[in-house]
């Protein structure tokens, strides 16, 4: 991984999309019947640890890009155009979104084996630590 630590910054172009794309299902979930509903949710491809378990193992990916209600979305929004900003900045779009999509897959999965049946799982918080190292 080769670090940019001269010339001009790079825009962190990767952290504005995830943002937009988070921003769109949020409000698209509100529309649908509340970001804070479980059915929504699961409709949109949050984590069910029982529907993971039978085989829709993407939902451990789209669940990242899902939020449950506006404090959710605004604090992770934040917290990824600061974090993950200074990430793509310092490692470039390909390191960035790297490690962005590993890391929130692995924060899925971890909340996937954490949760009872039943309770549904979302956001970008694992993929947002993972920036920070």
Known sequence: VRLNLTGPPRQPVFVYSIASINV?????????????NPSSLR?????????IWSGEYWRLASAIFLH???S??????ISLVIMGGMTE?????????TIFLVAGII???TSYLNIE??????????AIFGCLG
């Not at 409709?43 to 529907?51: E, M, P, Q, T």
């Open 24 to 36: 769109i299902l949020w409000i698209l979930l509100e529309i649908s019947g509340n970001s804070t």
């Open 117 to 126: 049946n039943g309770v549904v799982g979302a956001g970008a918080s694992g």
């Open 68 to 70: 449950v209600g506006a």
């Open 72 to 77: 959710h979305l605004a604090i992770n929004s």
């Open 43 to 51: 409709k949109f491809g949050a984590i069910d640890s029982y529907l």
């Open 89 to 97: 900045r310092l490692y470039g779009h390909r390191n960035f979104i």
């Open 107 to 109: 924060g899925s999965t």
